[in-house]
Every structure is written in C-alpha cells, then in structure tokens.
C-alpha cells in the first residue's frame, strides 16, 4: 500500500522501486496486488515520475496481479488524476489488472475476488476494509516522500 500525499516525483518512485525490487527478492514466486491511496489535492506527478511509474510496472509486471489506484476529491485535479492515471494504463503491460476507484470502498468490493482470480489467495474483504481506512488515514505507514532513502 502507498498512500501520496503530494505530487509523485522521481526521487519518491526510485523509493517504491527500492521496495518493490526488495519485495520481489524476497518472495519470488508470489504475485501481490498493490494499492496507491492518492490523497485530494495530492498534485499531478511529474514527467519523470510518470516515466518511472511506467518502468516499475514493466519491471514487476509478472509479479503483479492488481493494481488499485484510488483518486480522491472531485474537481478539476482529480478529474486530471484520473485522466493521467488512464492514459498510464495505456503504457502498461496487460499482465495484471489495474483500476481506477473513487474510495477504498470500491477496492473493498473489487480487489478481494479479483486477487483471488489471478493468485489463488484469499484476502478477507473486512481486514482489508479495516486496514485501507487506517491507512487512508495516515494510522499506518508511510507515504514515499516521508520515507528515508
């Protein structure tokens, strides 16, 4: 789970590159689902990060089953996210399923069965309810510009 709560820039995806390659080292024969919480008025991702998002997909698609990216906010900006977000999918590989929602609640509904399709592995939709909201919330973790390098 990633939770951005500023502009994505390339010093944040070299970051969820750094954790992504060290998730894949250690489990390599597992296919994970991923969720990005994209904060209201985050701001629009730099070129370069969009370039590097790209790559990271392309690096990890066989290790991929879901991506769930929710925007969040009305308006202008989230219009523009979800755009930038869709026009990303374009360039990526078809390997796993990616999708756009509104709330966590979307994901709740989509991302268990979805995953469960493509790994095998169940994901308890009331856990990840929990989870997500907490995160959403800034309880757990933290987001890619806060983490040291």
Known sequence: MV???SAADISAVERLAKVSTDLAAEQLQIRRSTVHIIAD???LPTPAARAGFIDLMKQHA???ACV??????TGFLASAMRSLMTGMRLL??????YRLHGSIDEVVKWLPAE???RTGEQIDPRRL???LAAFEKGELG???RAASP
């Open 129 to 131: 309810a929990r989870v």
């Open 142 to 144: 933290a987001s890619p």
């Open 3 to 5: 939770r951005w709560e």
């Open 41 to 43: 008025g985050a701001g």
């Open 68 to 73: 769930a990216i929710v925007v969040g906010g």
């Open 115 to 117: 995953h469960l399709a």
């Open 62 to 64: 066989g290790r991929l």
């Open 92 to 97: 990526s590989p078809r390997s796993f399923n």
